[in-house]
């Protein structure tokens, strides 16, 4: 009877052994997918600088090259008119 006992009490052990490690598991499958979504953010954050870069040079840019429109069209002496 004290071995039946002892066996129930180890069976309820491992039961709940692996029930502990199954929610370990998942816990750590969570904290993958959320690394992986904070790593997905930052190199999303990274692209968005770099395009707002790019746009902000493209407007100097262009800013620039209006300015030589204008001073060109004034030796020539004509009056620029922007496009917007």
């Known amino acids: 009877m ?3 006992k002892e066996l129930k009490s180890k069976t309820l052990l ?12 998942m816990d750590i499958k969570q904290l993958q997918a959320d690394l992986a979504t904070f790593r997905g953010n930052g190199i999303l954050k990274y692209e968005v600088q770099n395009a707002l870069d790019t746009l902000s040079y493209a407007t ?5 090259l209006e300015l030589q429109l204008i001073l ?3 030796k ?4 620029y008119q922007p496009a917007h």
Do not use: D, F, I, P
């Open 60 to 64: 100097s840019k262009l800013k620039y």
């Open 2 to 4: 004290e071995k039946v």
């Open 14 to 25: 491992t039961t709940v052994l692996r029930e502990k490690l199954y929610s370990e598991e």
């Open 76 to 79: 020539k002496g004509r009056k």
């Open 72 to 74: 060109v069209g004034a």
